[in-house]
């Protein structure tokens, strides 16, 4: 089959590997409909993250081909999404809700889905079958689903969002666009988007953004205080991963408030004197999406969210280098792969 | 009046201070009946913080014994608790239950209240009077409520203790002895206390502790994860404030669970990455005491809970030297000074 490894960084290739074989008996394989690139794919990309002919890709959807002698819940001809991580979904970890950290965990990211077919370990904990064969116009939702929709999601729940709050977002990318979102289907009475891109920005206002800030780190934070009567948010959203991007996250939240903070860290080092005075709440990490998967599916099924929004390149999975220097680019916010 | 100045690190002494007045008609003045030495003021002690000629002190139970023309809830002769921080407990901080990060804050320990009489700022929103004029008996767990307590009770909810839940204390000082009380309290089924001391161990004990653990460091989370199914406790309380302590906490605790730190951090930097991934919550911060005055005091009151046994030592203020040494070389817990 053909999938897409990273031969070093920036040097994207689309090139033979292996069809993909059952191993265990709780495994599946899928005919990948859909796959993507991942802001998190840009890490290797640039050689702050180390790749040499890494397979590529973590985010899926597509349809069951075959299936190991265990598994239960889902069969061929099936079509499905899953999340970035497979997890069995019985251990005490997932049944609390963690499903990224499961006892049994395996990173989709070794597996690489940027492909025409995966093995997906762990099909029962890890898939979750759409009510039918999806409309077209909704594979892209339920591609985000996989990981961008449902780790903005997470945030969200994380920095704990609800009504009468306010809640300020760091990060345009697709996982902070869907944050907005999220923080709009839960209630916020006001949604920050930090921003200074007129695209992103348009699409944070379409999600439910009620206030852009173009300033980052201190002038942002100076912003969101003047915007919250000097308190600052109650909730904020972090999705990016950086030092400053944390800092402007923790700095925005009111003392008692809570950060939910998705971006994947890259040398962040938090000031514990500076924390332990904030008196904010910090939680987030890699986002259990499989939690959050039977929900999302159905409100994606029943049109009430249109996550897919946030695609707005798609290419077959042979220009996946371009996708790559698309997003790396900040041309596209998100690349749609089609094996 | 006699009061407590640190003159430098290391020298403590007993002076002469100005007696208090009314500055504000918010203000009052009561006559201390109790103080203490709290773990955090041997930070300046041992010169890791700075300290020059400052009153020490923040603690404190008493008897009021003026009141400004704007003090409704309290009048001369009411027996008081407050929290080391004064708090206006109005403002939308406050009403969330974040007092010590009140808009008007002001430290007691700028006041200094190891001393005969003491200025208590924003009395209306800072003191509580105890339903009636206390039995000798209970003069030391109403100056517990003052910081310790609530601090410790403070950390148990942060951490999410509950019904159920296995729960680890970093830290065998007061505020963790009154962590493994607060811990029992809210129904923990299994509290392990981290202590390498008999006396300590003994009273972890006696507040409701059901395991020791002795190991510090990655031996002591090791020891941790043994008794947890290799998963890490729920609940984790830290109070030391060290890096090492910080992390011990972190990885004692399962993803998903929560560390409630409650220990004045020093030269702690967390790093970003493992705490992404360990999927914890992390909240805590200078206790809103003020939050479970109310509560804590009628507990006390009832004596469902005797938190005063923390205080192993009491001496006149005059002592206060001694007081001091005593803990810095832990031959004592904590220290009751009587002015």
């Known amino acids: 089959m053909r999938g897409v490894v990273m031969h070093a960084p920036g040097d994207v290739r689309v090139v033979d590997r292996e069809d993909p074989q059952i191993v265990q008996p709780t495994d599946a394989i899928i005919r990948v409909t ?3 690139v991942c802001g998190s794919d840009l890490w290797p990309y640039r050689g702050i993250d180390d790749a040499t002919d890494a397979p590529m890709g973590h985010e899926y959807v597509g349809v069951v081909e075959a299936v190991g002698a265990e598994v239960k819940t889902v069969k061929p001809g099936d079509f499905v999404a899953g999340s ?19 006892v049994h965990v395996e990173s989709m990211g070794r597996i690489g889905t940027q492909a025409e077919r995966a093995r997906i370990p762990l099909a029962d904990g890890t898939l979750v079958a759409t009510p039918g064969q999806p409309a077209p116009e909704l594979i892209p939702s339920l591609l985000a689903a996989s990981d961008v929709l449902g780790t903005g999601w997470f945030a969200a729940v994380a920095a704990e969002v609800g009504p009468g709050k306010t809640v300020a977002v760091v990060g345009d990318g697709a996982v902070g666009l869907l944050g907005v979102l999220s923080a709009k289907h839960f209630g916020a009475e006001r949604i920050i988007a930090m921003s200074r891109h007129a695209d992103r920005q348009d699409l944070a206002r379409e999600f439910g953004a009620t206030d852009i800030v173009e300033e980052r780190g201190d002038a ?3 912003r969101i205080k003047e915007l919250t009567g000097g308190l600052g948010a109650h909730s904020v959203i972090e999705a990016v991963g950086t030092q400053e991007s944390m800092m402007q996250a923790i700095r925005s939240t009111r003392p008692g408030g809570h950060v939910g903070y998705v971006g994947v860290s890259h040398d962040v080092q938090l000031p514990g004197r500076e924390l332990f005075f ?4 910090l939680h987030g990490g890699p986002a259990p999406v499989r939690r959050f998967l039977p929900e999302l599916i159905q409100l994606i099924w029943d049109r009430r969210i249109d996550p897919g929004k946030v695609f707005d390149l798609t290419l077959p999975l042979e220009d996946a280098a371009e996708a790559y220097r698309a997003m790396d680019e900040r041309r596209a916010i998100k690349v749609l792969l089609q094996p």
């Open 84 to 102: 970035f991580m497979a997890s069995d979904n019985t251990c005490e970890i997932c049944q609390a809700g963690y499903q990224s950290r499961c």
């Open 34 to 36: 859909a796959a993507c």
């Open 278 to 281: 904030s008196g904010v709440h």
């Open 220 to 222: 942002g934070v100076a």
